[in-house]
């Protein structure tokens, strides 16, 4: 199961181990588990310091000296969580993968994830060897057992996968390369409903060396990545495993970086997952995989695995993972250039920005008025026309609505809502008949008003908003509170962090293109912890972060990490604190995917006891015309649940009914 990876290294966590004796391992561990309780410690340091190939050899010598099945014995000694990692290691890699397979095929309902995460990652020849072991295993056929348990399209590219006839040849025709993007993009884009077989065809059968290359091709004609079309185009399990086999032909190391992250992130722990992937790459790129979490998640997977799992668990997962990139000298220097290659992708996938609110079609503002003067008028109100009409509506439009209304009924309609409206509900409603600016401006008073400061909301919307949204701000809070904000911030806060809020606010970021140079003399500035006497390490960051064009500011964190080995929110967690540290995280995460800052802290206003129903309201209403829609997909990638459900889950009433139709609906 060894793998030889970058450069004809080995980068497998678990090696053979020098001076094997099966005999006397097998002795050891029939010692561990003989008499009263067993050794735990002995059963995992042995287990997990042998290579797979000298497992396999350790069970024969047991059953050659004892009499009894290696296997068997660890499962009556061991339990839970722990016997099904160490048993998983005891195994061929096919005939683990095998077992995996079946429990996801059998009982009530099927593990798709399962299916899906096994059959996208595996090569020819490991299928070749899957299906063989199955068969050998269980006396049954997987293709028919998989055909059995699965249906449409879903079923088809499983089926396509399970032939391991997947193309491996790295001369590539960019005559076909082309052909095969023109053909997927008039399969799903162009074309009224969508050719889901033209997909299964290309993404089931061609290499990943084509393929990487077709990805490329279609971004150019199609204008966004091929996963926002297969979002846009298919669904349900179909969609994931289509979404599995392109991250696997970009990285199966970023795909396993990724599936372990969401296994371990949040509350709960999906432990099956988390085995399955330690137990199968143990021996072929946990190296690279380590290297991508290190780098993505600006954490080690040591880290993570230690403060998530425990006991003999924890110490067995630890030793597979083999090392913490977060210790002194451990980073490895190759995760240098896998966060270059990010940023340079990243800077390539050029997404578009897209809301969940549009101007309505026939739009009447005097109708509209008329509406919501029905249902305030007389006793009781009718909320379901108010939110039906207000939700429906661009801002924009919604400004026409208050003159119309005025002009009809000599009324504020602001104030009727006021009076008619109540709780959460009314803080939705209200919020979206103010004007962007407006709304801003009225957060960032209460932020600031009454004791204590809401530095949280400060941060949100200084950090997140670009310079014309801010000079609108600014006018809004003046025009609303006969105060510049500017002042109000100076008043209400101090230090360092009053600084970096200030030049937020006055809206002046350059909006130049990158300059190669001047940003690898920024990321020297920040990478130096000493630093000049006269300037402080947090004017520096102040200087650059505050200032500088998101293209410029990528481009300087791609240079910090090209000389540190860290990406530049590692050095901000580690050398910063507070409000400071804060400010400048929200800083970072907005250059690097903005999008991703606000999925998150929706996630985290909804998550555990209770609702955070500000901070929840404040995204919605200030995003819904400008990027909410890539929001909801950010969530769905992040969290593996929509947008939608979770406010469903989460909220009630009309309060709810307003959210989920300004969210605009299900991933």
């Known amino acids: 199961m060894s793998s030889i990876g970058k450069a004809g290294r080995y980068r497998g966590s678990v090696k053979d181990f020098p001076d094997f004796d099966a005999n006397q391992d097998a002795e050891t561990l029939y010692n561990a588990m003989k008499g009263f309780g067993s050794d735990k410690d002995a059963i995992l340091d042995l287990i997990t310091s042998r290579s797979n190939k000298q497992r396999i050899e350790i069970c024969h010598a047991y059953k050659a000296l004892y009499g009894k099945d290696l296997i068997a014995d660890l499962k009556y000694e061991l339990t839970g969580k722990f016997e099904r990692l160490i048993v998983g290691l005891m195994r061929p890699l096919e005939y683990f993968d095998a077992k995996e397979i079946k429990d996801a095929l059998k009982g009530i309902g099927t593990d798709e994830k399962c299916l899906i995460e096994i059959l996208a990652s595996r090569t020819n020849k490991q299928i070749h060897a899957l299906v063989e072991a199955y068969k050998d295993a269980y006396e049954s056929n997987l293709e028919e057992d998989v055909i059995a348990d ?13 032939q391991g006839t997947r193309e491996e040849d790295d001369v590539v025709s960019e005559e076909l390369v082309e052909q095969d993007a023109k053909e997927l993009f008039e399969a799903g884009e162009v074309k009224w409903g969508t050719d889901e077989a033209q997909f299964i065809y290309v993404l089931g059968n061609r290499s990943k060396q084509h393929l990487r290359l077709v990805f ?36 199966t190391a970023e795909y396993f970086a990724d599936r372990l992250f969401k296994a371990m992130k949040g509350l709960g722990t999906r432990d099956n997952t988390l085995i399955r992937i330690m137990v199968s790459r143990s021996e072929i790129d946990m190296l690279d995989i380590r290297e991508i979490f290190r ?5 080690s997977l040591h880290h993570m695995i230690e403060s998530d799992t425990s006991g003999d668990y924890k110490k067995a997962l630890l030793k597979l993972c083999g090392g913490d990139d977060d210790a002194a000298g451990e980073f490895f220097p190759e995760a240098a250039q896998v966060a270059y290659q990010m940023w340079e992708l990243s800077a390539v996938a050029k ?5 969940t609110i549009h101007p309505a079609a026939d739009f009447n503002a005097d109708g509209d008025a008329k509406v919501l003067r029905k249902a305030m008028k007389g006793f009781g109100t009718d909320e379901d026309a108010i939110i039906e009409v207000v939700t429906q509506r661009s801002n924009t439009q919604r400004q026409e609505i208050i003159q119309a209304y005025k002009s009809h009924f000599g009324r504020d309609l602001m104030a009727d809502l006021k009076s008619e409206l109540s709780g959460a509900l009314a803080k939705v409603i209200l ?6 600016a407006q ?34 701000i600014n006018e809004a809070y003046k025009e609303a509170y006969h105060k510049t904000l500017e002042d109000a911030i100076s008043s209400d806060t101090s230090g360092h962090f009053k600084r970096i809020l200030v030049s937020l606010a006055l809206g002046a970021r350059e909006e130049s293109g990158e300059d190669l140079a001047k940003a690898r003399a920024d990321a020297q500035k920040l990478s130096d912890v000493s630093g000049d006497d006269s300037t402080s390490l947090e004017t520096r960051f102040l200087s650059i972060l505050c200032s500088q064009s998101y293209p ?44 991703a800052f606000f999925a998150e802290k929706l996630y985290k206003s909804m998550k555990g006891a209770g609702t955070d129903d500000r901070t929840l309201i404040r995204i919605i209403v200030s995003r819904s015309e400008i990027d909410l829609l890539n929001i909801r997909r950010e969530f769905w990638d992040l969290y593996d649940k929509s947008l939608s459900h ?22």
């Open 295 to 299: 780098t993505k998640y600006e954490k």
């Open 431 to 436: 919020g979206l008949m103010m004007t962007p």
């Open 351 to 355: 997404v578009e920005i897209k809301g």
């Open 439 to 472: 709304y801003d401006a009225k957060q960032l008073k209460k932020a600031m008003e009454g004791a204590g400061t809401d530095e949280a909301v400060l941060i949100e919307i200084l950090a997140t908003r670009n310079n014309q949204e801010i000079q609108a």
């Open 552 to 595: 410029q500011l990528r481009r300087v964190f791609q240079e910090f990490v090209k000389m540190t080995n860290h990406d530049v929110a590692h050095a901000i967690r580690k050398r910063m604190s507070g409000d400071v540290k804060d400010a400048f995280l929200a800083i970072v995460m907005s250059v690097k995917n903005k999008q």
């Open 150 to 162: 699965t249906a449409g399209h879903f079923k088809k590219m499983l089926i396509v996968l399970l």
């Open 216 to 251: 490329d091709e279609y971004l150019k004609i199609a204008g966004k990545p091929i996963e926002a079309s297969i979002r846009g185009e298919l669904s349900g399990d179909f969609e994931k495993l289509m979404l599995a086999v392109v991250k696997n032909m970009r990285s």
């Open 646 to 667: 979770m406010i469903e889950k989460d909220t009630s009433g009309d309060y709810c009914k307003a959210l989920l139709a300004i969210c605009g609906g299900e991933e």
